[in-house]
């Protein structure tokens, strides 16, 4: 993204006037409720995120996931929420209240991105479209961001399959350094224009 793009971006992001409830939102949508991460669930993220499958389509998850690892995953989260740059959530079922992964936005060199896992039991429901649709609505709605942008490795095609559906386009690929995997991974970008996840939003008969 070009430096101007990017400013333009930070002059409409109201992060420091969210408050404090803000900052701790909890979202919902027909199935899934999104909240702060919740030291609780510690064993539940090792056990799910410590998945090799899991962790080597992600950036920054090391492999093997220690206790040390979710412990510096909650102080951080609760660090970024706080500094008004990161909004992660974890995601529960309605219907059982199971913690099933998580999603979140991070705001870095003025851009934000997003990102989104779900433990391996989970995919394949639709789960990770409609979280990750509720939290552009809350970048978009609440952060007033301009765009969003997601990075998905070349042989996760799944994953490119959500941000289609998304509506993200494609703007370039670059190495991406993958924690997990010990090495840079060829890394598809896209983006998603607010005017365009407002369309898609409204195509959908959402209000
Ligand atoms: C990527 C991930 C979040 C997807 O979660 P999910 O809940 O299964 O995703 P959804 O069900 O919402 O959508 C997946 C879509 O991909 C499609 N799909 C499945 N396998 C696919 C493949 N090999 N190639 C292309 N599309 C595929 C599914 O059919 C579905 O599309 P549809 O609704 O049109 O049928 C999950 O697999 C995961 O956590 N992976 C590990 C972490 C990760 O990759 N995070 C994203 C980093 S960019």
Redesign the pocket.
Known sequence: MAAHEAREMVRHLPFLSLGKEGRAMRLQTDRLLLRPPERADWATLIAMIGDY??AK??AGVAHPYTEAHAREFYIRADESRAKGEGWPFSIYRKGDSAYI?GVGLRLKDGTLEL????GRA?????????AARRALGFAFHDLKAQSVW????HD???????LE?LGFRFTRSEPRDCLARGQAVNCHLTTLAREDFGRQRKSLGAA
């Open positions: 499958d899991v389509n992600l992964g990102g989104y896992w779900l989970h995919w394949g429901k639709g789960y990770a479209t409609e997601a990075g998905w490795f996760n095609p799944r994953s490119g399959h959500v559906k």
